[in-house]
């Protein structure tokens, strides 16, 4: 029996629309209600279709009755979407007097977790609660980074940073250049 290091998985970046992307799981940076909103989560529920809402449905009438928590992941068809699953997680909103970083943290690990458990092998993530929830770039895309380079294991392969402007793929393009 040969022993050795498991393989990295491997992080890309790409600018555009992760409703685009053709992976196993996308990633929806949600909000607790599960029934769809703004920004990525409208995106991913507009373009997924309905089966995606009744999927969220049905978890708030059995296990998330009062809503998914912040940091926590659960996932659902991916209805209409070039992907297998749909991983729901709802991201923290930032502020100034406390510090949330272990909540978003939370968000990308669980997320990872729910995905191997599905047997993913690709992964895209959104910039998780960076939008309307206020989380400077800078610190998300560190955050995401270093837990998805500590965190991702088999079966995932890779991991695809779906970002929407040059202001985000540039500061997570920074974020992996500076880890080497």
């Known amino acids: 029996m040969s022993t050795s290091e498991p393989e990295a998985v491997t992080v890309t970046l790409v600018r555009g629309d992760i409703t685009r992307q053709s992976v196993d799981v ?3 940076a949600a909000n ?7 920004g990525v989560d409208g995106a991913i529920h507009r373009h997924g279709g309905p089966e995606i809402l009744a999927a969220c449905r ?4 059995s296990r998330y009755g009062k809503g998914l928590p912040t940091g926590r992941a659960v996932a659902t068809t991916a209805g209409r979407l070039d992907a297998r699953w749909v991983v729901h997680t709802v ?3 930032w502020s100034r007097a406390e510090d949330r970083s272990e909540l978003l943290a939370s968000c990308y690990r ?9 047997g993913a092998r690709t992964v895209a993530f959104p910039a998780i609660s960076t939008g ?9 895309a560190r955050i995401a980074v270093r837990t998805v380079l500590a965190e991702a294991v088999a079966p995932i392969e890779e991991v695809r940073f779906v970002l929407f402007d ?3 793929y540039t500061t997570f393009e920074e974020v992996l250049s500076a880890r080497g």
Do not use: K, Q
Not at 112 to 118: D, F, G, T
Not at 132 to 140: A, C, I, L, S, T
């Open 110 to 118: 669980e997320s990872l977790r729910a995905a191997a458990e599905l």
């Open 91 to 93: 991201g923290p909103v």
């Open 166 to 168: 040059a202001h985000a």
């Open 32 to 38: 607790s209600s599960l029934l769809g909103g703004g």
């Open 26 to 28: 996308i990633v929806n």
């Open 58 to 61: 049905e978890l708030r009438a």
């Open 132 to 140: 309307v929830y206020g989380w400077p770039m800078d610190d998300g």
